[in-house]
Nanobody, 115 residues
Framework: QVLVEESGGGLVQPGGSLTLSCEVSGSISGIVNMGWYRQAPGNQRELVAMVTANGRTHYTDSSEGRFTISRDNTKNTMFLQMNNLQPEDTAVYYC?????????WGKGTLVTVSS
């Protein structure tokens, strides 16, 4: 059993910053890739960024240059630093952890960008 829990969402003004955290617990051995997806109302869930076990990162066009993903394997925690947030970044952000061939998901944390 792998438990994934996000935190750090909230309301922020356009141009502001927010840091999301994701804590993984339970059967954590074998976890390789971790990452963030988001889902805005009426849209499909989309990848935001991911990080491998050895720290290699991947960003999408929407997150490149504004978001920074990182992980602390000693604390089984992952972070998403988001800068220059815009209204189109409003979504529920989900963390996932890949253990062997299976992905485990958190319940999501809502980020609202609005003035």
């Amino acid at each position: 059993q792998v438990l994934v829990e996000e935190s750090g969402g909230g309301l922020v003004q356009p141009g502001g910053s927010l840091t999301l955290s994701c804590e993984v617990s339970g059967s954590i051995s074998g976890i390789v890739n971790m990452g963030w997806y988001r889902q805005a109302p009426g849209n499909q869930r989309e990848l935001v960024a991911m990080v491998t076990a050895n720290g290699r990162t991947h960003y999408t066009d929407s997150s490149e240059g504004r978001f920074t993903i990182s992980r602390d394997n000693t604390k089984n925690t992952m972070f998403l630093q988001m800068n220059n947030l815009q209204p189109e970044d409003t979504a529920v952000y989900y963390c996932y952890a890949q253990r062997y061939s299976e992905n485990y998901w958190g319940k999501g944390t809502l980020v609202t960008v609005s003035s």
